[in-house]
């Protein structure tokens, strides 16, 4: 099988650049060049800032990957920032991701000693950084104090809406996603929705809750680094992609850590080994290709 032919059609929608706090492979350009000819398509993600300032390349031509711009709802950006989506929403050429707080969400910093996971790090950069405790930092919910879908997170997929942005949902927990999912899809209409990496340990969604899920249309996401990060085996992976559906389902690479792999190395690899324990042609081609170009059409 031509794996280079069928990534040259793939859209990556989970690639990590910088500058950001923690240490990063990749700025935009530099990772534009790298990629030129090997992917169609690479959503950028930072957990720290908005990612259209960082994307300074307006020299496109038809080799060069487009880019798909995002903001995660962090402390860094004001957290439930309807206005700050609405600011990216407006300067990107394409409909932006956005994603429910990460590293500042409560479900994570309640399992996490440190804001930042050291396994994200790597071993040289440790010395510079100042790591802050978790238990100092107040995590973010999208329940308000009556376990309810807060205001400012329903304004928050207002804007998603309008904007017909793609809501991912970070590393809340599967039950906030559970919720949250369930109304954006139903209530709101919110048609663009990816389950992040739901074989994260914090956030492990049990099976029959993703493909409930999926049923609304939503498309769960599996990730190159959940094996190489996160140590989950690629047998438990093919299991939850069979159980859920390739056609519900996304391949990405979770890359740009000074340690991994480039994105389409990485989704070459995780190909290869997915195929290896009887994942289709087709089904790769649905996950890589398909699905996550109808999420940025």
């Known amino acids: 099988m031509d794996y280079k032919k069928i990534l040259q059609r793939a859209v990556d929608l989970h690639v990590h ?12 350009p530099k990772l534009l060049q790298i990629e030129r000819g090997k992917l169609r398509g690479l959503g950028v993600k930072n957990h720290f800032f908005p990612t259209i300032s960082m994307n300074t390349s307006r020299t496109l031509n038809s080799t060069q990957p487009f ?35 990460t590293v500042h969400a409560e479900n994570f910093l309640r399992q996490q000693k440190t804001e930042i996971p050291l396994e994200w790090i790597g071993v040289k950069p440790l010395a510079t950084m100042k790591l802050r405790p978790a238990n100092r930092i107040k995590g973010l919910s999208v329940w308000n104090e009556k376990h309810e879908i807060s205001r400012e997170v329903k304004m928050v997929l207002k804007t998603i809406k309008d904007y017909k942005a793609i809501l991912a949902t970070g590393h809340i927990s599967w039950e906030e996603s559970f919720v949250l999912v369930k109304y954006s899809m139903q209530e709101v209409g919110i048609h663009k929705v990816i389950i992040t990496h739901p074989l994260y340990e914090k956030t492990d969604m049990p099976t ?65 080994l997915l195929m290896g324990k009887g994942i289709e042609v087709k089904d790769i081609v649905k996950m890589l290709v398909e699905n996550p170009n109808l999420l940025v059409c």
């Open 67 to 101: 880019v798909v711009n995002s903001i995660t709802l962090n402390h860094y950006v004001g957290g439930f920032n309807k206005d700050a989506i609405r600011a990216s929403a407006e300067l990107s050429p394409r409909p932006i991701i956005v994603w429910f707080p």
């Open 208 to 272: 029959d809750v993703q493909r409930e899920l999926s049923e609304l249309g939503a498309f769960v996401e599996h990730s190159f680094s959940m094996y190489t990060i996160d140590k989950i085996p690629i047998k438990r992976v093919v299991e939850q992609i069979k159980a859920v559906g390739a056609e519900h389902c996304i391949l990405s690479s979770d890359v740009g850590q000074t340690f991994n792999k480039s994105p389409s190395e990485a989704l070459e690899e995780f190909t290869r």
């Open 17 to 28: 650049v910088g500058p950001e706090i923690i240490p990063r492979k990749y700025t935009v």
